[in-house]
């Protein structure tokens, strides 16, 4: 099972911490985790906190010392540039040929287990509404790995709701697609290790035009988060040279089947139109 990132530790514990232990969350989230490795006094300073606090606000992780905490986020740090040859080194002797299948399928289960268990249902629904609310727009882009899951996404939600549309991760084809995104559009973003960070500008170009961003990540969490209104963190590490994306596509789907509920009376009025157009339906 892969180890839980401090950033979603710090998302699960908000509810609980005090307002001067939440300044200290929430610049960390917006600088991390570079902030955290700074010593503690400078950490509060740009916090505009106490020391004390900042202390308090790690007793709330569950980690014992300012240096456990900094080890940790250095830990992260490694598993989120590791590249595939690193993780193939060392994954070489995890099992025989013969099992790797079943040995790999359960792994995917536990990913898809692991996610499902840490995202808050909450996390979950608000997502949901802001997806299925056709006030705004909705925006979809990924990096090199993630844009399929974008697109797969987007093809099924321009059925069941108007305004669906993907977006360049490039610069040179961006800045004229960014003219339509308007306040309280939303825009979901996938973005996994090694970071793209065409995601990152993205994000802040979208927070720039006071749109919500969603972020669908993996569990070290981009650094897309710090412009992120709602983060669902997938665990995605197997065995072997890449990482798996199952439990992002299992996100996505169930998002995709929840936003379907949500907007039923529009979404079955669109399908039924969309059967006539595809010739599958007799029109009027």
């Given at each position: 099972m ?41 950490f ?14 790690i ?22 540039i ?6 193939a ?25 692991e ?9 979950f ?8 609310n ?22 099924h ?27 309280g ?19 802040q ?9 969603i972020l ?13 209104k ?49 010739g ?5």
């Amino acid at each position: 099972m892969a180890k839980i990132s401090v950033e979603t530790e710090i998302h699960e514990a908000m509810i609980r911490l005090t307002a001067a232990e939440k300044r200290a969350a929430r610049a960390l989230i917006a600088n991390y985790p570079a902030l955290g490795l700074a010593p503690v006094a400078e950490f509060a300073e740009a916090a505009e906190t106490s020391p004390a606090s900042v202390l308090r606000f790690i007793a709330q992780l569950g980690i014992e010392s300012y240096p456990d905490f900094q080890r940790r986020l250095r830990e992260e740090l490694d598993e989120r540039i590791k590249s595939p040859l690193q993780k193939a080194a060392a994954g070489k002797h995890q099992g025989s040929r013969e099992d790797f299948l079943a040995r790999y399928a359960s792994q995917i289960a536990s990913n898809l287990q692991e996610t499902v268990s840490r995202l808050p249902a909450s996390e979950f629904s608000s997502v949901c509404a802001q997806i299925a609310n056709t006030r705004g727009a909705l925006h979809l882009a990924g990096g090199r790995f993630t844009a399929p899951i974008a697109d797969y996404m987007a093809a099924h939600l321009r059925i069941v709701r108007p305004g669906v549309r993907t977006l360049e991760a490039r610069r040179a084809s961006r800045s004229d697609e960014l003219l339509d995104v308007r306040p309280g559009d939303a825009g979901v973003l996938f973005d996994i290790r090694r970071y793209d960070p065409e995601m990152l500008s993205l994000a802040q170009a979208l927070k720039m035009r006071r749109a919500r961003v969603i972020l669908i990540t993996d569990n070290w969490i981009s650094p897309v988060s710090r412009y992120a209104k709602y983060v669902l963190p997938c665990s995605v590490d197997v065995e072997g040279a890449w990482d798996s994306s199952v439990s992002l596509f299992a996100i996505v789907e169930a998002i995709i089947a929840r936003v379907t509920e949500l907007n039923w009376t529009e979404a079955e009025t669109r399908i039924a139109e969309k059967e006539i157009l595809d010739g599958r339906l007799p029109g009027e």
